[in-house]
Nanobody, 114 residues
Framework: VQLQASGGGLVQAGGSLRLSCAAT????????MGWYRQAPGKQRESVAF???????NYVDSVKGRFTISRDNAKNTMYLQMNSLKPEDTAVYYC?????????WGQGTQVTVSS
């Protein structure tokens, strides 16, 4: 199983980025998935969650700005990030899980300048 995250970069405050996470080796639509982030000196936090059944949740700080989605045909999940703020700066990780089994992507850096 491999998760390949991409799409990070440097953007000015107010800008947008779209992160992608391509999965191989799993039956994608059976898994719940999510995006996490870890800023320097801080614990990793859950940013967005999407269940296999379509339930979506976001951490309060990104509600209305970020959108999680999945394309089961492409085995890919996305995180559309709009109205980015400097406090969104972090390494972003994708994760998929089913029951007690989970897999993580390698992380992609997002840096938002003020």
């Amino acid at each position: 199983v491999q998760l390949q995250a991409s799409g990070g970069g440097l953007v000015q405050a107010g800008g947008s980025l779209r992160l992608s996470c391509a999965a191989t080796g799993i039956i994608f639509n059976l898994y719940a998935m999510g995006w996490y982030r870890q800023a320097p000196g801080k614990q990793r936090e859950s940013v967005a969650f999407l269940s296999s059944g379509g339930t979506i949740n976001y951490v309060d700080s990104v509600k209305g700005r970020f959108t999680i989605s999945r394309d089961n045909a492409k085995n890919t999940m996305y995180l559309q990030m709009n109205s980015l703020k400097p406090e969104d700066t972090a390494v972003y990780y994708c994760k998929v899980w089913r029951g007690k089994v989970d897999f993580w992507g390698q992380g992609t850096q997002v840096t938002v300048s003020s």
